[in-house]
């Protein structure tokens, strides 16, 4: 194996230092070999043009906007942080998010999807993701300790940028829990991966998504974050305030919003979640 770089390892030891997450720390470290690979010189030996030629060179690739941001996100850090050049990363543009309207479910094929689910832990996460709104690194990261039935809340610990909040846990969804809990008996983690001391890979809630969209014959694209948009779509249509929505999604751009709002636990754990309102079995069916 050869030896780590000094720039390397400084850069590891500055996103530690900050606090940045390991799939964050990963993504960062891998843009920076990309952008080192291209021009066959350490990072500190290229300046503003290269980036600029970089960024040209990537959006030629037909690169997606958020795959570019991630990487000025890195070359930003790498140049602000590590190499203390303060003066470049203002002048490293970030790509104009496209507006485009996100693909959300009805109801219908809410229930349609999920109950396309063959695996029984997959399922339920995934019901879990739509009955609370989370990211697939939020239903990832949940543990046993986090469902809190006596004051029907469930506890986000591991949100996006290390922010905890709460979100409403739904009667219905904690009587699939139960159910869940009863037939896969899981310990600390709630999703355990094949090592049962590890979280599930979001790789494998993606592969159930495409399955069970094959399975139900949906023409729509959809992904754990579709369940998510129709969560929050479903809650605006029953006339939940926006607010309310806003905070349960953890919105890390509202927080000003956020700050105005001081939205309780006992106003989200009034708030109905969507999944009450369906028919869906959770025991996928004997094959």
Not at 170 to 194: K, M
Request: hydrophobic share 40%; proline share 5%.
């Amino acid at each position: 194996m050869a030896e780590m770089s000094p720039l390397r390892r400084r850069m590891i030891e500055d996103m530690t230092v900050r606090n940045l997450s390991p799939a964050t720390q990963q993504s960062y470290l891998y843009a920076v070999a990309k952008f080192s690979r291209y021009f066959g010189r350490s990072p500190d030996r290229l300046g503003l043009d290269d980036i600029h030629a970089f960024q040209v060179h990537l959006v030629s690739t037909g690169i997606s906007w958020s795959g570019l941001n991630q990487i000025v996100c890195a070359l930003r850090f790498l140049y602000g942080v590590t190499l203390g050049q303060d003066t470049i990363p203002e002048h490293i543009p970030y790509a104009r998010e496209p507006r485009q309207l996100p693909v959300v479910l009805s109801s219908d094929e809410v229930v349609e999807f999920l109950q396309a689910v063959s695996s029984l832990k997959a399922r339920v996460a995934l019901t879990t993701a739509y009955a609370a709104g989370l990211r697939v690194s939020e239903v990832c990261g949940l543990r046993a300790n986090d469902i809190d039935s006596s004051r029907m809340v469930i506890h986000i610990t591991r949100g996006k940028g290390g922010k905890a909040r709460y979100v409403m846990l739904s009667p219905e969804l904690l009587g699939i829990l139960r159910s869940y809990w009863r037939l896969a008996r899981p310990q600390d983690i709630l999703f355990p991966g094949r090592d049962p001391d590890k979280s599930i890979e979001p790789s494998v809630l993606h592969a159930a998504c495409r399955s069970a969209v094959a399975a139900a014959g949906l023409s729509k694209h959809v992904t754990v974050h579709t369940l998510r948009h129709s969560f929050a779509t479903h809650l605006l249509e029953n006339g939940t305030d926006i607010r309310i929505i806003q905070v349960l999604l953890g919105h890390a751009n509202l927080s000003t919003t956020a700050r105005y709002t001081q939205v309780s636990t006992d106003t989200i754990r009034s708030t109905a979640s969507p999944l009450d309102r369906l028919r869906l079995e959770v025991t996928p069916p004997e094959s």
